[in-house]
């Protein structure tokens, strides 16, 4: 099993930065890519960042810009600092990973979801 623990979220005023983090630990083999969704209330859960292993960062256009999306592969974490915060940012913010493992010397791989981390800009 994979477990995904995200930190970081809170209350800011517009204008502000907040800095989430999120670790994965558990049965790993490798890590393939890790990203961050957030879902406001009423809406679907969309696409804010994700970065694949070998590749460059892949942001939705709300977010160019302002937020940066970074990985440390040794402590399996992967990191968005959320710059010039709006309101529209309000959401909770989930933490993805799409996580290699071996059972029984074969690999197989599977997406992994954290529980979740409210983001709130308000003045």
């Known amino acids: 099993q994979v477990q995904l623990v995200e930190s970081g979220g809170g209350l800011v005023q517009p204008g502000g930065s907040l800095r989430l983090s999120c670790v994965a630990s558990?049965?790993?083999?490798?890590?393939?890519?890790m990203g961050w969704y957030r879902q406001a209330p009423g809406k679907q859960r969309d696409l804010v960042a994700r970065l694949t292993t070998g590749d460059s960062p892949n942001y939705a256009d709300s977010v160019k810009g302002r937020f940066t999306i970074s990985r440390d592969y040794v402590k399996n974490t992967v990191y968005l600092q959320m710059n010039n915060l709006t309101p529209e940012d309000t959401a909770v913010y989930y933490c993805?990973?799409?996580?290699?493992?071996?059972?029984?010397?074969?690999?197989?791989?599977?997406?992994?979801w954290g529980q979740g981390t409210q983001v709130t800009v308000s003045s």
């Open positions: 993805n990973a799409d996580v290699s493992f071996l059972i029984s010397a074969q690999l197989y791989s599977n997406d992994y």
């Open positions: 558990g049965s790993i083999f490798s890590i393939n890519a």
